[in-house]
């Protein structure tokens, strides 16, 4: 399985996804607090424990999810969730914590986990949809080339056959005919 490569494209694809992040969410937190000044400010100090809790998630995913092992996965998905939440709490409250603040600030760390989470669901299950496609164009080539093997003797058999009768009847047929096996 080719889960996430490493490369130049992949690099700037996630910058741009937590860059892109990071306007909309400025932009939600300024529409809700009408705090124009602090709201940069407040999203990049909880940015790095979305990164964290993201990327904790896309290995999750790759080592359990997409391998079939779902339990093990949402439990540690859950887990992760969990803490990620308890932390952002503790960072934005300074030690109170209830159910309301909890949810409060679990809330935007879940929904990015889960929209990345969709997201690469998504592009694997199109490139598993890929592969199935030329493994059966693989397939079919395959076969074809089986029984252009299959065929290629028999003809030969065939005419080989023809050649040799016709020398018994028109030795000058015969001749033409093996100049035209042999240019063919």
């Known amino acids: 399985m080719h889960f996430i490569r490493f490369t130049y494209k992949t690099l700037l694809f996630h910058l741009l996804f937590w860059v892109l992040y990071c306007i909309s969410n400025a932009f939600l937190w300024q529409t809700f607090d009408k705090n124009y000044n602090e709201a940069p400010y407040y999203g990049l100090t909880r940015l790095p424990l979305k990164i964290a809790s993201v990327y904790i998630n896309l290995f999750l995913l790759g080592q359990f999810f997409f391998k079939k092992k779902y339990v093990t996965f949402f439990t540690f998905f859950l887990f992760n969730l969990l803490l990620a939440g308890f932390v952002q709490t503790y ?52 076969e074809l080339n089986f029984l252009k093997a299959q065929f290629q003797p028999h003809f030969l058999f065939n005419t080989l056959n023809n050649i040799y009768s016709l020398t018994f009847n028109n030795s000058q047929l015969a001749g033409k005919s093996i100049l035209q096996l042999s240019g063919s």
């Open 91 to 142: 960072i934005s409250t300074s030690g109170i914590f209830n159910y309301q603040l909890f949810t409060q600030y679990s809330l935007p760390i879940c929904s990015v986990v889960l929209f990345s989470s969709i997201f690469v669901v998504i592009h694997q299950f199109f490139i598993q949809v890929k592969e199935s496609k030329q493994l059966e164009i693989d397939k079919i080539k395959n």
